[in-house]
């Protein structure tokens, strides 16, 4: 049983947390629990049901990691590690992650005369 605070049964559902918040005082949808803290928690799979979502997205999702130096070579398996587990952990099927090494374009630096 997975259960998600707020701010994540909104962007299931595509809507704005208040949007959900009114549905519990109109009696529409109440959650599942709250924590010792007072937040609301709502289950996944009744949220799936109750709005008819399809809970496996069809397609491919693809994920674009990339930093700018081969000195940042490391932090770029930690950024496609955590797209690839981010795509997971939300369900999301067909997985590819593609890692850009690059170089920006920098205007500032002074033009070669001899080139």
């Not at 519990?24 to 937040?39: D, F, I, M």
């Not at 950024?79 to 374009?105: M, N, P, T, W």
Request: glycine content about 8%.
């Amino acid at each position: 049983m997975r259960l998600l605070s707020i701010g994540e049964a909104a962007r299931a559902l595509g809507v704005a947390e208040a949007t959900l918040r009114r549905w519990h005082r109109q009696g529409k949808l109440a959650p599942a629990s709250r924590t010792l803290g007072g937040h609301r928690r709502y289950r996944h799979a009744s949220l799936l049901k109750l709005f008819q979502i399809e809970d496996h997205p069809v397609g491919k999702t693809v994920c674009y990691a990339r930093v700018s130096s081969h000195d940042q070579s490391e932090q770029l398996k930690t950024q496609a590690a955590r797209l690839y587990k981010h795509c997971l952990d939300s369900g999301f099927a067909d997985i590819e992650v593609i890692a850009d090494l690059g170089r920006g374009l920098n205007y500032r630096k002074k033009v070669c005369s001899a080139c």
